[in-house]
């Protein structure tokens, strides 16, 4: 049981570049969220997801998509990074949402130059 | 709009003071309330929960919390304070099932 598993945990991408960074969770859980946090704002909410083919946009969507084919993963695209996209990204999941508590994975460092 | 608010920055402290971190909500209806802890190059975990009951909360580590309707708040408190318990801490408001709205994080020192 490896809990919500996040790759890489570095990246270093130019100005328009895409990426995608994984979240992976092996606990069988139906929610998952993608926060950013950035200094003095806390964690905000990207997108989420309520199940398999359901997302739906968080606080700051913007530059970023999501999808959820399977129920263990939820990637995290930038189609195009900018440096105002610099932050640390923490996928989270959980089993039936707040009330089971949410588990958060080890984040994602990511520095767009 | 819904919002969950933190009033200190950072706190510094020294070994066996007391904490207290404040924290309010922004929300006319049901409110669950959370209190997160991150340490150094960690990853975020749950300190305690409220959803109802009794409005003091204990958690994990001697933590504690109390929800107070009237004031909006829900302050997080431990009576004397470690070394380890340098951490940044965030106050978390979850306004319907599935999505959790943070403050924006009190930065906790600890010094020996």
């Known amino acids: 049981n490896a809990g919500v598993t996040q790759t890489p945990k570095f990246q270093v991408l130019k100005t328009g570049q895409s990426m995608t960074l994984q979240c992976a969770q092996d606990m069988n859980h139906e929610y998952m969220s993608w926060y950013r946090q950035d200094p003095g704002m806390g964690l905000r909410l990207i997108h989420y997801?309520?199940?398999?083919?359901?997302?739906d946009q968080g606080e700051v969507p913007n530059g970023y998509n999501v999808s959820r084919s399977t129920t263990e993963d939820f990637p995290l695209r930038l189609l195009s990074a900018a440096p105002s996209q610099t932050s640390v990204y923490f996928c989270a999941s959980s089993y039936s949402g707040i009330r089971d508590g949410y588990t958060f994975g080890s984040g994602t460092r990511l520095t767009v130059v | 709009a819904q919002s969950v608010s933190q009033h200190n920055h950072h706190v510094i402290l020294s070994e066996a003071a007391s904490l207290e971190l404040g924290c309010n909500y922004s929300?006319?209806?049901?409110?669950?309330l959370f209190w997160y802890v991150q340490y150094p190059g960690q990853h975020l975990q749950l300190l305690l929960k409220?959803?109802?009951?009794?409005?003091l909360v204990k958690g994990i580590k001697g933590f504690e919390a109390e929800f107070i309707k009237s004031k909006f708040s829900f302050n997080l408190r431990k009576p004397s304070v470690q070394w380890s318990d340098t951490a940044e801490y965030f106050c978390?408001?979850?306004?319907?099932?599935?999505?959790?709205?943070f403050g924006a994080g009190t930065t906790v020192t600890v010094r020996a």
């Open positions: 409220y959803f109802s009951g009794d409005p």
């Open positions: 978390a408001g979850g306004f319907n099932d599935y999505k959790l709205s």
């Open positions: 929300y006319g209806g049901t409110v669950n």
């Open positions: 997801s309520v199940g398999a083919g359901i997302t």
